[in-house]
């Protein structure tokens, strides 16, 4: 009876349906796993049909079963992409350490410490996770070792031909309360006598020492801004007389810089796409003139390491921008001579997996955050429906505008205005925040920094959702597409005027007025 009932579904008829849907066995007795997508589909139209429409409850059966193994699929899909983008990762690594291994021994050198060789042959630029650059630990402080050279001469023609430029090299050190510690200090844990305690603790303020001097900085600035424009020709010419300095900056702002005068004709840009992603070989230091939309943009340009970011306050409310411009100078000879304090901003890497996707090659990514990644429902008038996972553990699924996956760093953006709470910028961690969410329990969390988040857009949701990154380069993730997010192995160190905690609590009280309110008056009742 079922055979017979259901025989427009069997394989052999299956093309009667509907073109694209047809089911052939494979000849290892298993049903392609796309065929078997598609089939489902038309086993849900069958279903909506009238004439058949609750005929036999095997059919409703069979298409439960057929979304359940469709799921099962989905989830085999995305552990292939994450398994793949890992071990594509652990290449890149290995070919480094190839290289660095044979550039050191045609050097004739080693990797030491910091207290031998030549302080010249190395750059550091790494984060407390020392796997994920080839580091080279000394005792106090975190070092590595890669020597960064410009192979060709560059394609400006405004600059010197043949120049060969060394990036500047320098470590990172640990303080603790203002005093530099004598070793890196984690939590120590102690097992003694079956009790576990926790011996000491380490702020982890992270202070920044040159090895040898900077030798070219990159200017960032905000467009469309008369009094960015005249800080900037300004910020240049001093650099280029006082500290003797190779600059670089944009091609609109080159373009800019040759229209008020051909005196800024020694100013180097790039030519394409291509340039941009070595600008960390060349570049020591950048500088940003704006507000955190322009830190946004100089951490977008850099999909790898990231050089020390000073970012110079010209826009509105300004958490990441702790530098004044108007004692440029005071601030910048400060840093270029070192030592300074710097906060590591943790940045998100996201990757989409494509439920119609035929290889990993169809999917999009990595595309890295420093904010916030979004996902809503766009223009549609229907809830969002997001199935959520952590590390392969179901967390809850979101009925609402949509959800917030944000770093630390993004606490007091998007994040905030939506109900979620600030957190200090150097605390490592995914911020998950629900945007109007239709329950009255659904409150944000914090998740660690080393899970994986997994976000998928259900096949009987009733919309299709939106994600966007950083604000930008937004994306439609339709039904049975997925978002995967983990934290990146690149943060975005920016230099503190202070440190990193006085920082960041100066700039909640100044932005937002955080806790702002009249004092109690003294001159009132009091307890007996």
């Known amino acids: 009876m079922f055979k017979r009932e259901v025989g427009p579904m069997s394989p052999s008829n299956s093309t009667s349906t509907k073109g694209n849907a047809s089911v052939s066995p494979a000849e290892n007795g298993f049903i392609d796993s796309f065929s078997m997508l598609n089939s489902e589909k038309s086993v849900e139209e069958i279903i909506q049909q009238p004439l058949l429409h609750g005929i036999d409850d095997h059919l409703i059966e069979f298409s439960e079963a057929l979304r359940t193994v469709a799921k099962a699929l989905r989830r085999v899909t995305e552990g292939k992409a994450s398994a793949q983008a890992e071990a594509a990762e652990w290449k890149r690594k290995y070919e480094l350490e190839r290289q660095r291994n044979l550039q050191l021994e045609q050097n004739g050198g080693d990797c030491t410490d910091g207290r031998g060789g030549n302080p010249e042959d190395r750059t550091v630029i790494s984060d407390e996770n020392s796997d994920q650059c080839e580091l080279c630990c ?195 000879s400060s840093i270029l001579c070192g030592p300074i304090s710097i906060t590591l901003r943790h940045r998100l890497q996201c990757h989409i997996i494509r439920d119609e996707a035929k290889s990993e090659y169809e999917n999009e990514g990595p595309m890295l955050v420093l904010n916030e990644v979004t996902i809503d429902r766009g223009i549609s008038s229907f809830l969002t429906n997001l199935e959520c996972y952590c590390d392969n553990s179901f967390v809850t699924c979101v009925q609402g505008d949509g959800l917030i996956l944000s770093t630390t760093s993004g606490s007091t953006a998007y994040s905030l205005a939506a109900g979620g709470s600030m957190v200090h910028p150097q605390v490592p961690g995914i911020l998950f925040t629900p945007i109007c969410p239709h329950s009255l329990s659904f409150r944000p969390l914090i998740l660690p920094e080393h899970v994986t988040v997994r976000v ?73």
């Open 138 to 332: 000394g005792k106090d402080d975190i070092s590595a070792q890669e020597v960064l050279r410009d192979g060709e001469p560059d394609s400006n023609p405004s600059s010197v031909p043949n120049k060969m430029m060394r990036k500047a090299s320098f470590k990172l050190s640990w303080y603790c309360k203002g005093e530099k510690c004598d070793r890196h200090k984690h939590d120590i844990v102690s097992f003694e006598k079956g009790n576990i305690t926790t011996a000491e603790r380490s702020s982890k303020q992270i202070s920044l020492k040159w090895e040898s001097p900077p030798q070219t900085v990159l200017i960032l600035t905000k467009p469309n801004s008369t009094s960015v424009r005249i800080l900037c020709l300004e910020m240049i010419r001093w650099l280029n007389e006082q500290k003797k300095l190779n600059i670089y900056v944009e091609p609109r702002v080159k373009s800019e810089l040759l229209t008020e005068s051909s005196y800024y004709s020694f100013v180097q840009t790039w030519q394409d796409d291509k340039d941009v992603l070595l600008l960390h070989t060349k570049v020591d230091l950048v500088v940003t003139l704006g507000g955190d939309g322009t830190v946004l943009w100089a951490a977008s340009m850099f999909k790898g390491p990231v050089p020390p970011i000073v970012p110079f306050s010209l826009g509105s409310l300004g958490f990441m921008t702790p530098f004044h411009s108007e004692h440029y100078r005071q601030y910048l």
């Open 456 to 528: 998928v857009v259900p096949p009987s949701s009733r919309c299709q959702a939106w994600v966007s990154f950083d604000g930008k380069g937004r994306k439609q993730l339709g039904p049975g597409d997925a978002l995967v997010c983990s934290m990146a192995p690149w943060p975005v160190p920016t230099a503190c005027q202070s440190d990193s905690t006085t920082d960041f609590l100066r700039s909640i009280h100044d932005g937002l007025h955080w806790n702002l309110r009249k004092t109690q008056s003294f001159d009132g009742p009091r307890d007996p």
